[in-house]
Structure formats: structure tokens, C-alpha cells
């Protein structure tokens, strides 16, 4: 990795964290609920730019080191798994533990559906 691409790759992880800051402050603002919708669409989205990047450097469309900046920077700051596992506990801790399920592991699957749906479009554009 040349320096060029690593400064760029600490820009967009940057970006990617405000971002994910905006996008879940938007959601608070718009959904009151006790689950964390703006968590939980963060890192769905997230999942799916993530796949479509990967299909579209495995297809030779997109050169690794955008995966590099976009990926990993941009993508890398925008979701979080430790905001989710901590949002969860919390649901315990509330007694919502429909919730908590919901969070653990029906955000868990529809993120990983999310992956495998983004890479599966990234391979056939």
C-alpha cells in the first residue's frame, strides 16, 4: 500500500464514521423505538456496499485499492458491530428481550443476507 492510498483510507474511515453519525441520528430523530433502527441500517447497508465492492474487485471492475479506501475506510467507519453488540445488552439489561433477539440475531442474518446480496450484484454488472 503507497502512501496515497493509506491517507486516503484514514480520509474515508473519517467520512464513514460521520456518516454512520449522521445517518443514525437521522433515524433517532424520525423512529422512536426502543430498538436501534438506526444501528441496525447502518450496518444492513453497510453489509451490502461492502459485498457489492467485493463482487465488483472479484469481477475486475473496481481496482483493490478502491476496496482499500471504500471498503475497508469509508465502510469500515460507517458500521459497527460493537455499537450492535452493546445496543443488544442493553435490550437485556430493559427486560425488551424480543428486542434484544431481534438485534442479536435477526439484524445478524439480514446483514449477512445483505453481504451475500451486494456481492452477488457486484459479480454480475
Known sequence: MNPGVFAALCVAGGAGS???FFVDGLMRSRVRSVFPWG??????????VLGLLTG????????????????????????TFSTAS?????????????????NGFVVLVATVAAGFGGLWLGSVL
Open 18 to 20: 460521520a456518516l454512520r
Open 86 to 102: 452493546i445496543e443488544t445488552m442493553r435490550l437485556v439489561q430493559e427486560r425488551e428481550y424480543v428486542m434484544a433477539i431481534t
Open 56 to 79: 465488483l474487485t472479484l469481477s475486475s471492475l473496481l481496482a483493490p485499492a478502491w476496496v482499500l479506501v471504500l471498503g475497508t475506510g469509508l465502510m469500515g467507519g460507517y458500521t
Open 39 to 48: 444501528t441496525a441500517v447502518i450496518n444492513v447497508s453497510g453489509s451490502l
